[in-house]
């Protein structure tokens, strides 16, 4: 079974249209701004997704383009983004010039419009480990009875995808490094969560066959695909993925916008 992860943004838009009509009648617009920092075609096609899903919903995005900008023209404008009452959230989209340094940028933003959960002076989750809850969800999967093997363990994907399922009662075990013993990773648990950022590492003779599997990655090839942590042969082996592309990706950007709305309700 494919876990496809469009019937869940449709759900959670859904949602998300209903409290952003609210706050509309309040004469309130959810405004998200994005900041791109160098010409990358990726950068378009991932700002243009997310303005057709601002459009359904009702949110509004204002992009911030700069082309190898300075350090002190990043901050200026972050400063002038924090101080700006109409923004409601602040993002950096990567890739970003290779003498800047993401993780110092991203502190700018005030944890207030934090939307991508970067800071953690704020409440809010990072939306790719929503989006797997989400997904978990909506497809009733049983992750509480179920023991997860996360494998990968970076600060902004793999690390909050295991800490919001601890959180929810689930029995996790972490593996941070997805090449000392791929087999034992993979097959430890019936629910495999692979955010390993290693294009296509993982075959189906690695998993068994009863597994669930999420796959987190999300890499180019030089044909200008895209594909995953995990061999597509897998999805006709094991008995469910979320795959990569059109799994947790298209939930990712929508629970973008859900950051959006719970950030405004912590001023509220």
Not at 42 to 57: C, P
Not at 111 to 137: L, W, Y
Request: with cysteine.
């Amino acid at each position: 079974m494919i876990l496809f992860g469009k019937p869940v943004a449709d759900y959670k838009k859904q949602e998300i249209a209903k409290e952003v009509s609210f706050f509309r009648t309040k004469n309130m617009v959810p405004t998200l701004a994005i900041v791109q920092l160098t010409n990358d075609d990726s950068l378009e096609i991932y700002l243009g997704s997310r303005q057709r899903i601002a459009k359904e919903i009702g949110i509004e995005i204002i992009p911030y383009k700069f082309i190898n900008p300075t350090y002190d023209e990043v901050e200026c404008l972050i400063e002038s983004l924090n101080n700006d009452d109409g923004i409601w959230g602040i993002m950096i989209d990567n890739p970003i010039p290779s003498y800047l340094d993401f993780d110092k940028l991203t502190l700018l933003i005030n944890p207030s419009k934090d939307v991508e959960g970067f800071n953690h002076n704020n409440s809010i989750i990072v939306p790719v480990a929503k989006a797997v809850f989400e997904v978990m969800k909506y497809y009733n999967i049983d992750y509480k009875n179920n023991s997860i093997s996360v494998i990968g363990d970076s600060k902004n994907v793999g690390h909050p995808i295991s800490q919001l399922l601890i959180q929810n009662g689930c029995k996790v075990d972490v593996f941070s490094d997805p090449k000392i013993d791929i087999d034992i990773e993979t097959k430890t648990n019936p629910i495999v969560i692979v955010a390993a950022n290693s294009i296509e590492h993982f075959k189906k003779e690695n998993f068994l066959k009863n597994s669930i599997v999420f796959d987190i990655g999300t890499h180019y090839k030089n044909d200008g695909t895209l594909c995953g942590d995990v061999d597509v042969d897998v999805q006709n082996y094991v008995n469910s993925i979320c795959p990569s592309p059109k799994g947790v990706g298209p939930v990712t950007s929508v629970m973008l916008f859900d950051n959006l709305l719970r950030l405004k309700d912590g001023k509220l």
